[in-house]
Each structure stands twice: as structure tokens, then as C-alpha cells.
């Protein structure tokens, strides 16, 4: 079964990041209040970014991934830009071996 990992842009900016096997439905669920307890408090809703998979465990996988990232990693997978991603990736901790003398 074809699954798919999506990204929303809610009213106020954040961004709700899930996994369906039906987009087109999930997305009218989403907006007619039916969908996460976080969108429904963040209407009206988007869709920014969808990627389509063969199997919906793998999109349930990827929307994990995606999930943990910061919203300037979203912000580049959603704009295109795959070559930031990369750099924002990078530990920027002063305890990181790269930035210790």
C-alpha cells in the first residue's frame, strides 16, 4: 500500500509533519477539524511538501526523521535547497570535537 510523508504550514506558522496512505483525504480531514489535535488548533492548514513512498511503513519512517528536525532543516526540504541540509546537520555545541581547540 502507497503511503505518503507530508508537511502542513498551520495559520500560525508551525509546521505539523504526518504520514497517510490517502493525502487528498487526510488533508480534508485535517482541515475540517477531524485530523491531529494540533492542527485543529492551528487552522487553516497548507499542504508545503509531500513525498510519495511504495510502502506506508516507510513513510511512517520518514515522517519520524522528519519530525526530529529543526525548522530550518524543514525549511530547505520544503524549498528545495537539499544542499543546506547537510550544514544544518552540523553540531554546533561548544562541547563538539569540532569546535574544541
Not at 49 to 61: G, W
Not at 88 to 100: D, G, I, M, R
Request: a positive charge; charged letters at 25%.
Amino acid at each position: 500500500m502507497k503511503g505518503y510523508m507530508y508537511i502542513l504550514e498551520c495559520a500560525t506558522g508551525h509546521y505539523y509533519t504526518g504520514s497517510t496512505n490517502n493525502l487528498e483525504c487526510r488533508l480534508a480531514e485535517h482541515q475540517n477539524c477531524e485530523g491531529a489535535n494540533f492542527t485543529k488548533k492551528h487552522l487553516p492548514v497548507k499542504l508545503v511538501y509531500f513525498e510519495e513512498f511504495q510502502r506506508i511503513d516507510h513513510a511512517f519512517y520518514r515522517e519520524k526523521q522528519v519530525q526530529g528536525w529543526s525548522r530550518k532543516k524543514k525549511e530547505a526540504l520544503i524549498n528545495g535547497t537539499l544542499e543546506k541540509l547537510h550544514k544544518l546537520s552540523e553540531c554546533v555545541n561548544e562541547s563538539h570535537c569540532k569546535n574544541v581547540p
